[in-house]
């Protein structure tokens, strides 16, 4: 059974950082890619980043690249987004995903095999 568990959400001032992480059970990770997303009130969900298991490569939205971070540990399955120099539109709750065919990194909701159950992320000014 796939799982997909998030941590590490919470309130955080402009400027600041938080890492998020993902535990991640349930299947083989080497030919999956393992993504972020984020969802506002009264938005669309959206890509942040995501990186290729096997390979390591990764990929970032326009809006969060030189400030995010993903990185993957693959003794603990888990994968791990750093946010630094967050702004009040970083605001949104987040969820880990995982798609096992892409043909890119920049993933789609629609392409996700398995989603979190998400955590939230607050920015305050």
């Known amino acids: 059974q796939v799982q997909l568990v998030e941590s590490g959400g919470g309130l955080v001032q402009a400027g600041g950082s938080l890492r998020l992480s993902c535990a991640i059970s349930g299947f083989t990770l080497s030919s999956y890619y393992m993504g972020w997303f984020r969802q506002a009130p009264g938005k669309e969900r959206e890509f942040v980043g995501s990186?290729?298991?096997?390979?390591?490569?990764?990929y970032y939205a326009d809006s969060v690249k030189g400030r995010f971070t993903i990185s993957r540990d693959n003794a603990k399955n888990e994968v791990s987004l750093q946010m630094n120099r967050l702004k009040t539109e970083d605001t949104a709750v987040y969820y880990c995903?995982?798609?096992?065919?892409?043909?890119?990194?920049?993933?789609?909701?629609?392409?996700?095999?398995?989603w979190g159950q998400g955590t939230q992320v607050t920015v305050s000014s």
């Open positions: 990186i290729k298991w096997s390979g390591g490569w990764t």
């Open positions: 995903a995982a798609v096992q065919v892409s043909r890119s990194g920049i993933l789609s909701p629609r392409e996700i095999d398995s």
